[in-house]
């Protein structure tokens, strides 16, 4: 079965500190993934996907087949950044989008 | 362009009962996908629908079922609810299955 698995539940840095939320998956074939946000009181919105290749309010994410990884970075954290995460892939059979169970990032003035 | 919108935005139900939950997609989506979000959890396939057909479903029994209307809006029904139903609800909308999906706020269900 396909799989995202986020190995930290909660992640604590400080602010200007870099950051790296972990995603690892299982899939058989090309993996399509995603990151999404939630940011506190808001909806769940997209914020990046590995095909487009961009950085997003200063995040990128690489995709690693070998490791099975698709880790979230950023090099200098800032308190808006405060927020739930979740990495996703599309299974594409199934046409769903399978989530991780999240990371609280919280980023310490 | 609006949004994705959900209504109710909380629901308190008995076991046993029945529910609807509803989505309005974002203007010129024909996909709607639901999802169940547990506290702590992310959130859980239910269904995909695309033109008014189901196009997906997860792991969830038959009582989860839905519908999808010609204006693309759509409609969750769980029957005989159980505590284990409560949950966040999510209607995500999107222009074809693999683009990006757009998320409603929600529905919070609790199941007493």
């Known amino acids: 079965a396909q799989r995202v698995t986020q190995p930290e539940k909660l992640l604590s840095v400080f602010k200007g500190a870099p950051v790296e939320l972990k995603c690892n998956y299982s899939?058989?074939?090309?993996?399509?993934l995603f990151w999404y946000v939630q940011y506190s009181r808001q909806r769940l919105q997209l914020l990046l996907r590995?095909?487009s290749r961009e950085s997003i309010k200063g995040f990128t994410a690489d995709l690693n087949k070998g490791e099975t990884s698709f880790h979230l970075k950023k090099p200098f954290a800032q308190e808006e950044d405060s927020a739930m995460y979740y990495c996703?892939?599309?299974?594409?059979?199934?046409?769903?989008?399978?989530f991780g169970q999240g990371t609280r990032l919280t980023i310490n003035p | 362009e609006t949004g994705v919108t959900q209504s109710p935005t909380h629901l308190i139900k008995t076991r046993g009962q029945q529910v609807t939950l509803r989505c309005s997609s974002q203007?010129?989506?024909?996909?709607v996908s639901w999802y169940q979000q547990a506290l702590g959890q992310g959130p859980q396939f239910i269904f995909q629908?695309?033109?008014?057909?189901?196009?997906g479903r997860g792991n969830f029994p038959p009582r989860f079922s839905g519908l999808q209307f010609p204006n693309y809006s759509s409609e969750l029904n769980v029957n005989a609810l159980e505590l284990d139903d409560s949950a966040l609800y999510l209607c995500?909308?999107?222009?074809?299955?693999?683009?990006?999906?757009?998320f409603g706020q929600g529905t919070r269900l609790t199941v007493v």
């Open positions: 995500a909308s999107s222009v074809t299955a693999l683009t990006e999906a757009f």
């Open positions: 899939y058989s074939g090309s993996p399509e």
């Open positions: 590995h095909i």
């Open positions: 996703a892939l599309i299974e594409k059979g199934a046409q769903k989008l399978v």
């Open positions: 203007s010129g989506h024909n996909t």
């Open positions: 629908y695309y033109r008014e057909e189901e196009n």
